[in-house]
């Protein structure tokens, strides 16, 4: 490519570039909302409340729970909701949260304790990355949803 034409080519893509209508970056109203609504996952999770914490999801959310195939129905976030041993404490902690107009990105850790029937008491700790998704109705929703445990598979 001769230098003409590789300044011509730049220039297209700068100019190209400078049309398109600048993103919003997530105000502090919107950071303040997803906190939130981490709250909400950690209050409904400990209360069992299946339909709280269902509604806190997408309509086409994916859920990814380490060792576990994915979930992709609200039906399969129930059963799996159901199944889960009682959770006697949950902490999820938001590292970062950012993202842009009505999709943001969070990542963090996680600490729980379970009671899995006959069993003594399980305690797990590791990270998340969350997609949040704003709807129509200014709310935001978790979008896709993967954590993974730092136990190792042997315990």
Known sequence: ??????????SLV???GACQPAARNLSDADVTA?????????????AK??????ALFTEDAVYMPPNHERLETHQAL?????????????VVTPVEIFG????????GTYSFTIVPEGA?????????VE???????????????????????NQ
């Open 1 to 10: 490519m001769t230098l003409r034409a590789t300044i011509a080519l730049t």
């Open 14 to 16: 700068l100019a190209v």
């Open 34 to 46: 997803i906190r939130q609504a981490s709250a909400t996952y950690v209050r409904t999770a400990l």
């Open 49 to 54: 409340d299946a339909d709280g914490w269902l």
């Open 78 to 90: 129930r059963d799996y909701f159901a199944a889960f041993p009682p959770t006697t404490s949950l």
């Open 100 to 107: 842009r107009e009505d999709l943001a990105f969070a990542r």
């Open 120 to 128: 003594a008491p399980v305690t797990d700790s590791g990270d998340y």
């Open 131 to 153: 997609i949040w998704r704003k709807g129509p109705d200014g709310m935001w929703r978790l979008f896709r949803d993967i954590y993974n445990s730092e136990r190792p598979l």
